[in-house]
């Protein structure tokens, strides 16, 4: 690719970003009034969408071969557990992270 | 104490994780671009512009690729295409933030998203300057990580990072884990209950690239069938 060709490819990208970023809002302006349906989307996605991001951030846990998907399932429950055990966002998030990455490094 | 400061009082502790995660992750993008040959300057200008998580990465295979503008332009709206359904999420709370309501628009990404719908203020702080801080705070850490990876990536290969980017799945986690705990209602469990089921079966259905986006549209459809013929309301 030339670098015309890498800086069109990239203009693209960024255009194609910034269209999924604004679309809402251009379809809703606040000057007028948000149908009650989208009211309702704007309250009931959130934790349905924050619940998909754990599953993203998932996506590319290996399951059919070794190790299984064990790492990830066991630094889940154990982050899970820390967290309801404390409640510390600090705690749950730096000791699931650690102990995932022994496990990814030392153990499987 | 000004509003702005008080609010980043609030928005900074929140951000940290995000911050160890994106240096290391922009690293690791910064890494990839130059072992695939491109100059360092470049991970950090697709940063800087484009600002969308994995995203950046595909960028970089697309950039070796056969140039295909309008491929790239397609494959970045299946991907992105979430980005609609935060827009939609926010419409409230962005809508009325005067000129904040631009960057806030542009900036957005997956965890400025999360933080910014998830967490509930005091009345007593700027709700507009909370979300801006949390949005430039994301931005500046993912574009920083990206140009050390760039300048000095190799200086840090000596340290074992693999593994690190579970903070994000931590992240994540423990916002989503919070919302379910802070539910003082039963709806929001079957919201949340919901799209991890969704995201899973789009997973296992579609696969990798435009999973969420049509997961998003399968809670689309749950959300109107149980808010037209369910009768299900929120307030």
């Known amino acids: ?108 | 104490m000004s509003s702005s400061k008080k609010a980043f009082s609030y928005a900074f502790p929140l951000t940290i994780p995000i911050g160890v995660s994106f240096v290391f992750l922009g690293i690791g993008l910064g890494l990839y671009g130059i072992s695939q040959g491109l100059p360092a300057w470049l991970p950090p200008v697709i940063a800087l512009v484009v600002f969308a998580g994995s995203m950046e990465f595909v960028t970089v295979s697309l950039l070796l690729a056969p140039f295909d503008p309008i491929g790239a332009f397609i494959l970045t709206l299946l991907i992105n295409g979430r980005h609609i359904f935060y827009g939609l999420s926010l419409l409230e709370k962005y809508g009325d933030k005067g000129w904040k309501k631009w960057p806030l628009i542009l900036g957005m990404c997956d965890e400025s998203f999360a933080i910014n719908a998830s967490t509930t203020l005091p009345d007593d702080v700027d709700k507009g300057w909370f979300y801006l801080h949390v949005t430039w705070l994301n931005y500046v850490y993912w574009s920083v990580g990206t140009l050390l990876g760039g300048v000095a990536g190799t200086l840090l290969s000596f340290i074992n990072f693999k593994g690190i980017e579970f903070v994000l799945t931590a992240l994540f986690l423990v916002i989503f884990l919070e919302m379910l705990l802070s539910a003082t209602k039963v709806q929001p469990i079957y919201f949340g209950i919901a799209g991890v089921i969704l995201a899973i079966i789009a997973l296992l259905v579609v696969g990798k690239t435009a999973f969420m986006l049509t997961a998003m549209f399968g809670m689309l459809v749950l959300c109107y069938i149980a808010y037209k013929w369910g009768g299900v309301r929120y307030d």
């Not at chain 1, 203009?11 to 149908?35: E, H, W, Y």
């Not at chain 1, 404390?86 to 990455?101: D, E, K, Q, T």
């Open chain 1, 1 to 108: 690719m030339t670098s015309m060709e890498m800086a069109i490819t990239i203009g693209a990208i960024v255009l194609g970003t910034m269209c999924t970023r604004l679309l809402s809002f251009f379809v809703f302006p606040n000057d007028r009034k948000v149908p009650k349906f989208v009211a309702f989307l704007g309250k009931a996605f959130p934790i349905a969408v924050i619940g998909m991001l754990v599953v993203y951030a998932l996506k590319d846990t290996v399951i059919l071969a070794y190790p299984h998907g064990l790492p990830e399932l066991i630094s889940v429950v154990a982050t899970t557990i820390v967290h309801l055990w404390r409640r510390s966002m600090m705690l749950s998030i730096g000791g699931g992270s650690v102990l995932y990455m022994i496990l990814v490094q030392a153990v499987f």
